[in-house]
Nanobody, 128 residues
Framework: QVQVVESGGGLVQAGGSLTLSCAAS????????MGWFRQAPGKEREFVAG????????LYADSVKGRFTISRDNAKNTVFLQMNNLKPEDMAVYYC?????????????????????WGQGTQVTVSS
């Protein structure tokens, strides 16, 4: 049984930092791309960052480049999203997702429907 569980959300002041964690189990990790998405009230779910488990290639949305860093811990089967210099517009529910690498093409990591498994989400609130 596949499980994807996020943690680490919370309340932070603008300019502050937060690290989200995503623990996954039941997967053959080397075959997967792990992605972070977020959804603010009244908005569509949007891609934030992704990492290919094999090789560690990363991809970021333009809105978070230079502020967010995605990484993985192979031993712990965990993916992290380090978020620095948080802005009020970063406030959203953040979701972790796992997608079979073979299901992606080009730079399609931003496409939510291509991911197979999703976590329940963790709330990030940024106060101004």
């Amino acid at each position: 049984q596949v499980q994807v569980v996020e943690s680490g959300g919370g309340l932070v002041q603008a300019g502050g930092s937060l690290t989200l964690s995503c623990a996954a189990s039941g997967l053959t990790f080397i075959r997967y791309v792990m992605g972070w998405f977020r959804q603010a009230p009244g908005k569509e779910r949007e891609f934030v960052a992704g990492i290919r488990w094999r090789g560690g290639t990363t991809l970021y949305a333009d809105s978070v480049k230079g502020r967010f860093t995605i990484s993985r811990d192979n031993a712990k089967n965990t993916v992290f999203l380090q978020m620095n210099n948080l802005k009020p517009e970063d406030m959203a529910v953040y979701y972790c997702a796992a997608g079979l690498e073979s299901g992606f093409y080009g730079s399609s990591w931003y496409r939510a429907p291509l991911y197979n498994y999703w976590g329940q989400g963790t709330q990030v609130t940024v106060s101004s």
